[in-house]
């Protein structure tokens, strides 16, 4: 499957904010995307589309900020570059502290921006990678059979073929059947392979 | 035996007091009118009879031994000196007398005459007063004010509970002492004199009122609101004055840290409007600086292009433009909000307008421990003004005229005058002036200049507004030094002019 092209969506409620920050992208060659509003963005965006978000802090409607709570609650994982003004920089801080990747303080040099916006788009890279790895993992572990998955819960947790048999009441024989099944259906080459797509999956503290 | 000669027993019925005669056997020789009167036997009923009919239980059977001793070798403990005893009514009743024997000389057998005089009633008199006086005492220590009263020399008479208790000194340590000398705080001794001479003279029964501040023991200063009057006598002359005071220490102190609270919310809330005031311009002048900074960033990376996108560049540089301008509105805008160009203007009379502030400026001025004067000149003129800005920058010169005193105050006059009068050409001038330092060198040239300050605290725009309003006016505000010493900052509002029918 091909990835689609990355863009940069820019969401800023002044129309020559908004254009200048279109053109300087595209004179460094990056597809922007410009929105007039959040309720803008979420009508056009589909999750599919890879890229990063340019979102001026203060927006009449949704602000930012909501826009950015709005993306958590929808689990949409692009990063967020924002753009403040002067005294912004509380808000700056409230939205680093919520996940956003960058921040801005306008009026600001080409080569800053440019560069934020190469490293959010790397970033947006690695993520959807991620999620593609951990997507396969959970497709695999939805293939295990009750059984086998608590035979894999144990030896993930580093027990014993011999203490797994105990503790499920079966012979040591009959874990290393559905041992041997679970290795197969996870496609992991290793016990050690095994705790990281675990481990990968697992909810993060 | 003889009788008392006639002679004496006129004298005997003469007299106010009992007379009572005995002869050296304690027998009742004479009993006057007065006797009669107080022990309620007729004399015929008492003449004959022992003396110790008259005395109480007590005293009756020592007597007759008394009298003997007395005889045989001339110890007495009665002659010649008075003593206070209790004697018995006939009907068994008993009261105090007060006694003094004496012997009549050259008779024999020796007689004595006893004068008896009824302490009853002076004691109880002299009870009835002190009770009184105890009473009086009672309601002047009761009084939740101080009173003090003094003769005309100052010399305190009386200082009730409450005055002891705020000057921390025993009631001895306060009368007899000179209330001005002993009492009043020595900053406020000529203050508080005056109001005593004054009290003297006074004419008339009012309560003049004054304020000063009494000194206790341990060097406590408290400041008291007094209501004067003065004492006469029934010749209608003055004896003394007599004080009633209030101590309004706390309650000054109360006012004043209000007055200093609202002040400082009055600054904060300044403050905070004109940061959000600073954060909204600047908020509205980024976002085209913002645009333009991008434009030009992008015109720059497309020039650099082996085939420049020759329209993109060109509505780039339009926007530019565009924006520049934008910004140039935005300023435009500020500066006719600082302006008001809004403004109400009325007909009215100037001095009614500053008497309004009065009251605002007059605890401005109580809280920088100085005082406020009006000169106001009448009649005026009226003039055309919009009252509340005329008002603000009249507020403005007397808060900074007390500024400019504050740190130097060497207990040289601490006053701010607000003058009106009619000019030659028949304008209203209204002056502002201090007993300050005055401006110097410099800051005379930069006073109006915004952002010039010589206060530690300043913003450096309150003369800067204030000139815009006058300017406004079309009038100017102006400088000149105050003579002996201070700064005087005026302006000459046009006459109100008739309109022609």
Known sequence: MKDLPQTVFVVDDDDAVRDSLRMLLKSAGVHAETCASAQDFFSIYDASQPGCLVLDVRMPGMSGLEMQHELNLRGLTMPVIFITGHGDIPMAVEAMQHGAFDFLQKPFRDQELLDRVQRALVRDTENRARLRHTDRIRERLASL?????????????????????????????????????????MEAGSLAELVRMMMAVAPSP | MTAPAPEVLALLEAAFDAAVIIDERGRIEAFNASAEAMFGYRAADAIGRNVSMLMTAADRGTHDDHLRRHLADGESRVLGRGRDVRAQHRDGSEFSIFLSVGRIANTSPPRFVGFLHDTSLRRKALATLEKERQVNRLYLDLAQVMLVATDRSGVVQLANQRAIRVLKRGHSAIVDSNWLESCVAPDDRATARTAFRALLMSGHDEPQVCEYHVRSSDGEDRFITWRGVALRDINNLVTGVMLSGEDITD?????????????????????????????????????PLAAIANYAQACVRFLRMPAPDLPEISGALEQIAGQALRAGEIIRRIRSLVRNEDVRRETQDINELIREVHGLLASDARVHDGKLALDLASPLPNVTVDGVQIQQVLMNLVHNAFEAQAPEHDGAPFEVRIATRATAAGDVEVSVSDLGPGLAGEAEQKIFEPFFTTKASGTGLGLAISRSIIKAHDARLGYRANLPRGACFYFVLPAHQEAPP
Not at chain 1, 159 to 168: F, H, Q
Request: proline fraction near 1%; charged fraction near 30%.
């Open chain 2, 251 to 287: 309650q000054r102190r109360a006012e004043n840290e209000a007055h200093r609270a609202l002040e400082r919310m009055n600054s904060v809330a300044r403050l905070a409007t004109m940061g959000e005031m600073a954060a909204g311009i600047s908020h509205e002048l980024n976002q």
């Open chain 1, 145 to 185: 059979s009750p059984r086998e998955r608590e035979v894999l819960d144990l030896v993930t947790q580093g027990k014993a073929n011999k203490m797994v048999a105990g503790d499920l009441g079966v012979s040591q024989r009959t874990v290393e059947i559905h041992r041997a099944h679970v290795m197969q259906k």
